[in-house]
């Protein structure tokens, strides 16, 4: 048998609460100017530069991370700080600075709250529950790289939230890639991976819908009259 076909039962398994449906809800977006929280989060292994942390979010902002040389001066930076350092167009100010204050507020994507990763790549595996468990149902756990023997295997494994067990050993989860041999599978931090797709204007948005409609119509009536004087 593998050494990872069935964790020991003795190993405890540590779920942690559902910070991104808690927090979500509480994030308000941040003016434009403001000032950004004096709080700096700490890196998270799945997060540990700002270079990453832009490759997550998305929306081409991985080509601005020489701007920040730091993790400080990444969450220290205002809207106006942000402008003049060439970040734009305003909106992806906006997106970033709001970005930054889920992550204050611990509401992160898929892989946040990994403990274990190695250049930019975690290790998930299928676990058993306790033998005392009323359960049977079978859990993903984030390993370390070297696990070796599952004798050396930490006291505490972390359940993360977004991945499954499907079927008997299939891992299910944003951005899986399975391991052969059914070993489990890798996630490695890739481009867009918590990107919040940007929305579609219709007619110029709400606030200028009515306006961009009105002239529509003013267009087709003016196209009708003249169409119709040629035809004359």
């Excluded at 942390?53 to 969450?75: D, M, N, Q, V, Y």
């Excluded at 709250?113 to 005392?132: M, N, Q, R, W, Y």
């Amino acid at each position: 048998m593998r050494a990872f076909e069935c964790l020991r039962p003795s190993l405890r398994l540590l779920l942690r609460p559902n910070a991104s449906s808690s927090a979500a809800g509480q994030i308000r977006s941040l003016s434009q100017g403001t000032k950004s929280a004096s709080k700096i989060p700490k890196p998270r292994p799945f997060v540990p530069d700002p270079r990453t942390f832009l490759t997550l979010i998305g929306r081409g902002l991985s080509k601005h991370a020489s701007k920040f040389p730091s993790w400080e001066s990444l969450f220290s930076l205002s809207s106006l700080e942000m402008k003049e350092l060439g970040i734009e167009p305003p909106r992806d100010r906006k997106y970033l600075l709001n970005w930054l204050h889920r992550y204050r507020a611990g509401a992160v994507g898929p892989g946040g709250d990994f403990e274990h990763v190695k250049d930019g790549a975690a290790i998930l595996k299928v676990a058993t529950p306790p033998a005392s468990a009323l359960s049977d149902a079978k859990w993903v756990v984030n390993v370390p790289h070297d696990e070796g023997d599952s004798k050396e295997l930490p006291p505490t494994l972390v359940r993360p939230q977004h991945y499954t067990v499907r079927g008997l050993r299939t891992i299910a989860g944003p951005y899986v890639q399975p391991l052969p041999n059914d070993a489990g599978a890798v996630v490695r931090v890739t481009e867009g991976m918590w990107e919040h797709a940007r929305g579609r204007k219709i007619d110029g948005g709400e606030r200028r819908r009515a306006e961009v409609r009105f002239k529509k119509r003013s267009a087709e009536r003016r196209a009708q009259r003249e169409s119709a004087f040629w035809i004359n």
